[in-house]
């Protein structure tokens, strides 16, 4: 469920005209778009995100939430970062015509929630947030790997921890060779 001005759920319908101005409701530039063509099971989840193309120009990339696959260089949003009120986005799987779609927008909120990028390695890396999150989503933009979702209701941070892999239909499993999280009282621990 979105919370008033953290995210904004945009629904439209296509009309293949590149260029196509949408509005939301966050008041703020989003951090990252997701969005789903609702008429086809088919076309991949679109995710726009500011850490794309390394946080150069992240919006001239795409990466789709549904495959393991490294981002693209695509012009899904035009080329153009969102604005406080809209965004853009072209032809094709994000503007067919007559074609039902679902946008998600979210922003970060000081000590709620925060969307952002961190550069790994093959040892721990910690990344701050500004307080201990109870959810982190994790995805390798340069390279193949899962989308991984930790929470602590799945015990993030114990030994036992469990992880969704969202881009599969997967039940969770404990990290063995990939990443999981520790959160600390600043933010959360990326280990390996």
Not at 93 to 109: C, E, G, H, M, Q
Request: proline content about 4%.
């Amino acid at each position: 469920m979105c919370i008033r001005d953290r995210c904004s759920i945009v629904q439209y319908v296509g009309n293949n005209t590149a260029g196509a101005k949408l509005a939301h409701g966050l008041s703020q530039k989003p951090k990252t778009i997701w969005i789903k063509n609702r008429d086809s099971a088919a076309t991949n989840w679109v995710v726009g995100h500011i850490g794309l193309d390394g946080g150069n120009e992240p919006w001239t990339h795409a990466i789709y939430l549904n495959e393991d696959e490294a981002e693209l260089d695509y012009d899904f949003f035009m080329d153009k970062a969102p604005t406080a009120y809209s965004f853009e986005v072209t032809t094709g799987s994000v503007n067919d015509t007559n074609k039902k779609y679902v946008a998600i927008l979210f922003r970060s909120i000081t000590g709620i929630s925060k969307v952002g990028s961190y550069s790994g390695s093959s040892s721990s890396v910690t990344v701050t947030t500004g307080f201990q999150p109870r959810f982190v989503l994790l995805k390798r933009a340069d390279g193949s790997a899962n989308w991984y979702l930790m929470d602590t209701l799945r015990g993030m941070g114990n030994t036992s921890t469990h992880r969704i892999k969202l881009n599969t239909d997967a039940a969770q499993d404990e990290p063995t060779g990939g990443p999981y999280v520790v959160p600390v009282s600043t933010g959360f621990d990326v280990r390996r």
